[in-house]
């Protein structure tokens, strides 16, 4: 059964870009949560997404957002990037009901740099 | 808003010995889940236990156990008869049990506790 598959695994942009990362779940998960980790910060929750919508959002700015195919596929994009996007980003996907969701699995994540 | 603290920022432990990582939380709710993740250098989140706060009998996995002391709100992790590959990032985590609004898909971490094992 492969697992969490998180593209690309390097990344890096310039300040004022924008960036699009890609999840995709384990197969028959609904259910994909977004983090950024940073070494000040921690792990932070950015958001989840279910049957292509968003249920929760972390307390990010605007120009974090994300989206959910209908193969339940992720992506997030960030647009004009600063210095401070530097972090790595992880996503985490689970069947999606309640009961097993606390189950999550993650992926190996995508490491951007912003210069 | 939930809270979660490790005080240590770097425990060691010698091989086959064992080691305990602190954990404690903070939250108004009286039901939700515990979690230890472990973090390797491939940085891949792996979980390693999990603890429903509803139930008094602490989790066990193989060498992982937690002592949950749920009045206390501490959450601690022991590793038993450490191995080399047991080295990696360790956090703890928090999710709440209530259904529905903002407690979807959110895990609430810790800073992280590094853990060195010595051959």
Known sequence: ?115 | AQTVTQSQPEMSVQEAETVTLSCTYDTSESDYYLFWYKQPPSRQMILVIRQEAYKQQNATENRFSVNFQKAAKSFSLKISDSQLGDAAMYFCAYRSSRAGGTSYGKLTFGQGTILTVHP
Not at chain 1, 19 to 41: A, D, E, N
């Open chain 1, 1 to 115: 059964k492969a697992g969490v598959t998180q593209t690309p695994r390097y990344l890096i942009k310039t300040r004022g870009q924008q960036v699009t990362l890609s999840c995709s779940p384990i197969s028959g998960h609904r259910s994909v949560s977004w983090y950024q980790q940073t070494p000040g910060q921690g792990l932070q929750f950015l958001f989840e997404y279910f049957s292509e919508t968003q249920r929760n959002k972390g307390n990010f700015p605007g120009r974090f957002s994300g989206r959910q195919f209908s193969n339940s596929r992720s992506e997030m994009n960030v647009s004009t990037l600063e210095l401070g996007d530097s972090a790595l980003y992880l996503c985490a996907s689970s069947p999606g009901t309640d009961s097993l969701s606390t189950r999550a699995t993650f992926g190996s994540g995508t490491r951007l740099t912003v210069v």
